[in-house]
């Protein structure tokens, strides 16, 4: 009988090698009358315990096992010494976990520290006057190519749905003139979408004045306030069977051009939306001057609201006479949404965090209680993300030398737990105001309910400011901030603050008044040098209208008009 191999037979019938001898140890007969030698108590009387030891070292040395299983055994040998011996293991009170700067809200620490210094110093009264150095040289002036004559006959009727809120609306009734424009459509007054978070049903004409902004832009844009009727009947009346285009955020405009135009002119009537931010930054020339148009000089509120703010705006130069009636603004978004959306963590304790789970459920359900998602109060305030208090604005700005008698106009929605938030403020600038304080209830009677009507008001008592602060990003302070460029000269006199730097000096406890005052004048300073800036690609126009919407004073003439071609 031969071996089966696995390797195919190659013609020749040659058997398989001999097996190899036996090796194993039992298998061996030691020869007569002699021991191995090696284990003498092999071979006398051995209890149980011997003999499973003698097979375990047979195994071990004579199979060569040894260095497989010693590691085993003394790992063994230790755990069985450490579960008979107890260690009680002291850390010291001196071992604290390192957290980094800025990472813990300690501003009340600072103020109390701080305050005596602070009210003793006189040193820099007239801030107010020489806040703006770089203001001076701005020589930028408003320049919006104007077109005259007839306009072609149009391409259809474009409606869009501006969503958001006030600021978002305004960049989507920007962005849309811009559009019809291009595409030589007629522009349907834009429809304000409802949203859940605003909650305000205000109309375009409620906002804005309707007829100032057809007639300011009817030699460039044809606008209607509805479609005619016999368009409709091919829809029915049914703006839902107009065909609609989604269309991705920030799409540039020749991307109108080669989609939208061609269906425009097969329907003669089309939809869009949602359209807040719809059209790309950057855009021709031509795009560029119809937004400049639309945003500084076809959009201005109604009646009803230019005339209330105007009176705020009266009214609180009447109380800055000290200062030759200027005044500061300032955007606080302290509000208890803007505070729970931003996860940050203050000093309000057990109430404060279960005020932050509530807002958040009610607001964004489930957003923050996902599987996997952490919350990162440090980080957050560390990377500036954290939404400034009434007390840290107060104490930057006294840093950055406005003293106690400056008048402020503090423009927000409801501050959370104001009592307790507001009182440091009201106690570094006592002659703060709101226009709920400016204005008696009754006048403000036909605005309260109206979120954007209400921002309306804030927005223009802010826009003629000396100085405007900005606490927390937005479409609120970049709007404001272009609109200011366009009113003083290029210079937005805006103090946008580092909101990193700021959390490590109020987590600072150790930082004596000098020191911070220095750090804030820098910060002031850094503000005004960057007053002035040029539109890059992929910035907003409505924040940086130079060079699109401005021209240097001596190189241009602002009332020049070109004509259609």
Request: proline share 7%; glycine share 6%.
């Amino acid at each position: 009988m031969h071996a089966k191999i696995r390797l195919p037979n190659s013609g020749h019938n040659t058997p398989s090698p001999p097996a190899s001898p036996l090796r194993s140890p039992r298998l061996r007969h030691p020869r007569a009358g002699k021991s191995s030698g090696k284990f003498p108590f092999a071979v006398t009387n051995r209890s149980v315990a011997q003999r499973i030891a003698w097979i375990v070292l047979s195994v071990l040395l004579r199979r060569q096992g040894v260095f497989l299983f010693a590691p085993l055994l003394y790992i063994s040998g230790m755990l069985f010494c450490m579960g008979t011996v107890s260690f009680d293991v002291v850390v010291p009170d001196v071992i604290k976990v390192r957290r980094a700067p800025g990472s813990v809200y300690r501003s009340p620490e600072l103020y109390a520290k701080l305050r005596h210094e602070m009210d003793a110093d006189n040193s820099s009264s007239d801030a107010m006057s020489s806040v703006w150095k770089h203001a001076k040289g701005g020589d930028w002036r408003p320049c919006i190519n104007k077109f005259s004559g007839a306009l072609p006959e149009s391409n259809g009727y474009i409606y869009v749905e501006a969503n958001g809120g006030l600021n978002q609306q305004r960049t989507s009734i920007c962005n849309a003139v811009a559009v019809a424009g291009y595409l030589n459509a007629t522009l349907v007054i834009p429809n304000f979408h409802f949203h859940s978070i605003w909650r305000d049903p205000s109309k375009f004409s409620d906002i804005y004045d309707e007829e100032f902004f057809v007639k300011t832009l009817e030699n460039d844009v044809r606008v209607v306030d509805s479609v005619p009727g016999y368009l409709m009947e091919r829809f029915d009346h049914n703006l839902t069977n107009v065909f609609n285009f989604r269309i991705k955020a920030y799409s540039p405009i020749q991307y109108y051009k080669d989609t939208v135009l061609p269906r425009l002119l097969e329907e003669k009537f089309i939809r869009i939306s949602p359209f807040a931010n719809r059209l790309s930054f950057d855009a021709p020339p031509d795009v560029q001057r119809l937004r400049c148009l639309a945003n500084y000089e076809a959009l201005r509120f109604s009646n009803p609201l230019l005339t209330m703010g105007e009176t705020l705006v009266s009214r609180m130069k009447e109380r800055s006479a000290n200062n030759g009636g200027k005044y500061i603004s300032v955007h606080l978004r302290f509000e208890e949404d803007m505070v729970a959306f931003s996860c940050c963590v203050y000093d309000g304790g057990a109430k404060e965090r279960e005020d932050m789970i509530a807002a958040r459920e009610r607001g964004w359900k489930g957003k923050f209680t996902k599987p996997g998602r952490v919350l990162q109060p440090g980080a957050n305030r560390v990377n500036g993300k954290c939404p400034l208090t009434p007390l840290e604005v107060g104490l930057m700005l006294r840093g950055m030398g406005f003293g106690k008698h400056t008048s402020i106009f503090l423009a927000s929605g409801k501050i959370y737990d104001s009592e307790r938030y507001m009182a440091p403020l009201l106690e570094m600038f006592p002659l703060l105001q709101t226009k709920e304080m400016l204005a008696s209830a009754e006048e403000l009677a036909p605005f309260k309910n109206y979120s954007s009507r209400m921002a309306a008001i804030d927005y223009t008592v802010c826009l003629h400011s000396e100085v405007f602060v900005t606490t927390q990003g937005g479409n609120f302070p970049h709007l404001l901030l272009g609109h200011r460029r366009y009113l003083f000269n290029g210079h937005s006199k805006t103090i946008k603050p580092d909101k990193r730097k700021l959390a490590v000096y109020f987590d600072n406890p150790k930082i004596g008044w000098k020191t911070f005052k220095r750090h804030m004048l820098s910060m002031r300073a850094h503000s005004d040098a960057k007053g002035i800036e040029l539109k890059r690609p992929n910035d907003s126009i409505y924040s940086f209208p130079c060079p699109n919407c401005m021209c240097r004073t001596n190189k241009t003439d602002d009332s020049r008009k070109t004509p259609k071609p």
